[in-house]
C-alpha cells in the first residue's frame, strides 16, 4: 500500500483505468485489485476532485510502499537521526487517531528485543482502513523508513516508511531439556506492579509446555491473578497452581532488649556510635569509636578514639564524616583499640541508636581477635518508636530535635554518643513515668500496635498455601494487610503470620528478605540462626536475579564470587 502522489497532470488514458479501479473498490482504490490506479480525494474547494495514485509491488511480501531487500540495523544501535533505516522486529503496539486535516496518523512500536522504538504513518482517509488491516499487533515485519526526533513528544521515532514488508519470527523457542523439571515458586505475574507484566494464564501455558508439573503465583501484596490462574487449567488437568503471595514483613516480635539480664535502670550502660568504611562488616573496617557511660540516668565518663583501618578511606566517607586519612594514621589498630573499648564497657549492658549496625561490627571486630562479647542491647530508635509515636520517621537527628537535644558533628561517633546518651537518658525520665525501673518490665512494652508496625521497615516474605486451611489463612493475611496495616504498602505482622500459620509454607523470598538482608550486613550467627528458624525453606536465587547489586557504587558486593559467597551462607 502506498499513498499516491498527485495525478492531475496525468494523461486521460491513466485516468480512466484509475476509474475503473475505484468501481470495483467501491468508490476507494483496492490494494489487492490490480498494481497501480487512481482515486479519488476530497472536492479541492473548486468544484473539481483531487487525485492520487497506488502503486504496488509486484513482491506479495510487500504490505506498504515499495520492494526492498537492505541489511538491517539492531535497534539498539540507533543513535539519533541517522537517516533512512531498514529494521525487523516485532509489533507490541499499534494505535491510531484522526487529524483536523482529515488524515489519519497511525502509531505502532516495534521491537527486534534489543530495543524499541516508535513508527509513524501519516495515512490518506481512502486507504486507512486498508493500512491498518496490514499491520497488526503480534506480527513480525521488516520497515524502512527514516529515523527523526518527533516534533511532538521529543522521542526518537521511525516516519517518512517508505516500505513495510512481511518478516518472520526470529526469535529462537526457549525449551526446557532438563530431565528433572523444576518448581517454580515465586513467579510475579502482571498484578505485581513494575515487577511482572505477563498474564498469568500465558505462565501457566508456557510451564505446562516446558513440562512442569506446578508453579507458584506470588504476586506481590495481592491475590488478584488467583481466579485467572484457576480458569487457565482444563477440568482434570493434572497441572497443579501454587497460590501464594510474596507479603511485606513486619518483624514486630523483636523485643525492645535484647539478652536483657533484668537490670535496673539506676545500673551502668554504655551508649556509643562507631564510624566505618562501609556497611558490612565483614568488608568495612571501624575508623572511629566513640562512647559515653551512663550510670543511674547521669552521664559519668567518656570513651573515644580514632582506628588506623589500614586502608584508605572512601571518598563518600569521608565526605560524610570529615574523617580523612590524615586523622586516622597515627592512631592504633583495632586490635589495640577494641580490647580498650571493651575494657571500657565492662559488665555495662550497650545502647545504640540502630543499633544492629554498631553492634554487629563490633561483634565481628571481637570474634576475628578472639574477645567475648555478648551484651545486652537497646536500640533507641526502638525506644523512640515507643515513646514518641507521633513522629513518622527516627533518624537520629529527627529524635534529638523531637526532645530538644543538641547535635552538633553529626556523624562523628564521639558527638553522636554524646546525644544518644541524652536522648537515652531522656527516655529514662519517660519511662520512669511509666513505672518501668528495669529492663524486663521494659521488655513487656515489646507487643506493638497497628500505628507502629504500620511505621517499621518491610522485607519480602514468600507464603504458600498447601491445602485449604492454608488458602484461607492467606485470604485473611493479605485482607488484614491491607485493612489494618496498610502504610505505602501492605504489612503482614510476624506475629500475625505465627498465629494463623496452619496450612501455609514460609519462604524466605529473595535479596529483600531479611534473611539475605543480614547476611548482607553481616549480622552474627546467632541473630541469622534466629531467622533461619522462622523459615519452612531458604530461597536462594540464581546469580543473574542479584547481579543488579554489582552495578550499585553503593552495594557492598561488588564481584560474581561475593554473590556466590553469600548463597553458600545461606
Known sequence: VSSGM?????????????ANAGQKGGGRPQLNKGRKGWGHNKDNGFGEDKKFSVKRSNNPDVLYGRDFDDDFLDIETIDGEIGEVTLRGQVLTCENRELRSGKFILTFDITDFTDTITAKMFIRPEIFEEVKAVIQKGMFLKIKGVTTIDKFDGELTLGSIVGIKKGEDFTSKRID???EKRVELHCHTKMSDMDGVSE??????????????????????????????????????SFKVIYGVEGYLVDDTKQLVEHSRGQSFKDSYVVFDIET?????????????????VVDGVITDRFSSFVNPDVPIPFDIEKLTGINDAMVLPSPKIDVVLPQFLEFVGDSALVAHNAGFDVSFI??????LGLAFEPTVLDTVSLARLLLPNLNRFKLDTVAKALNISLQNHHRAVDDAGA?????????????????????????LSAMDAQTIMKLPT?????????????VNLYRLVSWSHLDYFSRRPRIPKSILNAHREGLIIGSACEAGELYQALLRGAP?????RLVNFYDYLEIQPLGNNAFMLRDEKSTVKTKEDLIEINKKS
Open 525 to 529: 550467627d546467632a541473630e541469622i540462626s
Open 177 to 179: 531439556s532438563s530431565i
Open 6 to 18: 498527485d495525478a492531475g497532470k496525468a494523461g486521460e488514458s491513466g485516468a480512466g483505468n484509475g
Open 420 to 444: 544518644t546518651a541524652e536522648i537515652f537518658t531522656a527516655f529514662i525520665k519517660m519511662l520512669r513515668g511509666r513505672d518501668i525501673e528495669d529492663l524486663d518490665q521494659l521488655n513487656g
Open 459 to 471: 522485607s519480602h516474605v514468600i507464603i504458600l498455601a498447601k491445602n485449604d486451611i492454608g488458602r
Open 200 to 237: 498469568v494464564k500465558d505462565i501457566i501455558k508456557r510451564a505446562k509446555k516446558w513440562g512442569m508439573s506446578s508453579i507458584a503465583v506470588t504476586d506481590h501484596g495481592c491475590v488478584q491473578a488467583f481466579p485467572d490462574a484457576n480458569h487457565a487449567l482444563d477440568k482434570g488437568d
Open 363 to 368: 561483634s565481628h571486630n571481637a570474634e576475628e
Open 277 to 293: 568504611t562501609g556497611l558490612a562488616p565483614s568488608k568495612n573496617r571501624i575508623i572511629e569509636i566513640g562512647a559515653v557511660k
